[in-house]
């Protein structure tokens, strides 16, 4: 066993512990996974143990951390005093992403309003000035914040129908811009023109959008036509209301086209057409109508990984990289047969970090309690529909767990 010392400041209260904590004679004082949740309780373990100690081989990354941020030291020709009192954190986590900026700053009930009013009246007069900064701040959030981001636009866009349309344009364009920028690697202007390419996508049929959202009977030819060509005439409108960029017209002007085929063989627009597609069929199948449920997160995923050959579609499987399988915002079963919320993405595609909503007899936690779900107790066994959640929550109290 080779011990080294932790340091007490950085054990976050009420979150798993990544990795078991040990005493200073190696003594278990907590399992992985185990939530410390208050300075009491850990000032009892550092009492019993002398000091917090961890054993190099249980914990994975937070050492790697602890050695990269010695060698940077060395490197730096750090005193040997300075480098002696360097203890390793539990800050460092196996999710290779940085923790987001606090999200819960953001109005998303205003933002839907933002683009379901532009989207539904937009004018050539002050079309720039209102679209520029919407895309800016959800462009914004996506940098800062994007499992957040997820987060929110996922859970609203599950239960969403009278702003379906706007809410469904910000869900596919935040989604493209974060698989853009993380798994494609496009530089910061296609993710920009992507995202709004995306949010513009369906301008010429925002309303009916909303208004087949509500309806129960089938769509009538009319309906069925407006749905089919709307692609050309949100370009067209766009045109009108004064945007110039080719790319982004070609990728409005194709997303609604169902072209399966090799994704590094097509063009820019092209590209971005096929992402914003993919998106657009996660996104739709998320979302509940008048007339049928939402369908579970899983199988949104599939409907976007395979393409209309039923082979892998390149840009779905970008799509669920990125994401993962249980993205934030959804709902999940665990092995400890408790219902969890998704906050944020983990180390891999099935290892989230989640909440408990509802305990094993299905009654509400009160308390949304942070799981380790690589850990078997906890590791995900399902999804839950949202409807089938019988918990209210707010986005107001997810979004700082994040």
Known sequence: MNLVTINVDSIQLGHPLPFALRGSDGALLAQKGFVVQSQDELGTMLARGRQLCVDVEESGESYRAYVAQLQRMLRQDTNLGQLASIKMTAGAQAAPRERDAPP?????????????????????????????PLHAELA?????????????????????TRM?????????ACVCMVVAKEMLRWPPAQVQVVGQ???SMNIAMTELQDQLAQQTQPLTSAQITAVEDHAARSEALLRELGV???????????????TPGAFGQKSPGLQMARLIQRADVFGARLAPRAARSPMPVTAAMQASYYDEEQKVDEAGAALVKALGIYP????????SQEVAVVLRRGASGTTPRVAVVTNRLGMPTGELIPRD???PQWK?????????????????????LV
């Open 104 to 132: 819960y700053v953001v109005d998303w009930p205003a933002l839907q309003d933002r683009a379901t009013r532009l989207l539904r009246s937009p004018h050539a007069a002050d079309f720039p000035d209102r679209f520029q």
């Open 140 to 160: 914004r959030n996506c940098e800062q914040s994007p499992d957040a981001t997820l987060l929110a636009l996922i859970y609203l866009s599950a239960q969403e």
């Open 164 to 172: 379906y349309s706007g809410t469904h344009a910000m869900l596919v």
């Open 197 to 199: 390419a995306a949010l």
């Open 244 to 258: 110039h960029s080719e790319l982004w017209l070609e990728a409005v002007r194709h997303h609604h086209h169902r």
């Open 328 to 335: 934030p915002g959804a709902f999940v079963k665990l092995a």
């Open 373 to 375: 779900t690589s850990q």
């Open 380 to 400: 995900i066994v399902g999804v839950v529909a949202h409807k089938d959640v019988r918990v209210q929550l707010s986005l107001n109290r997810l979004l700082p």
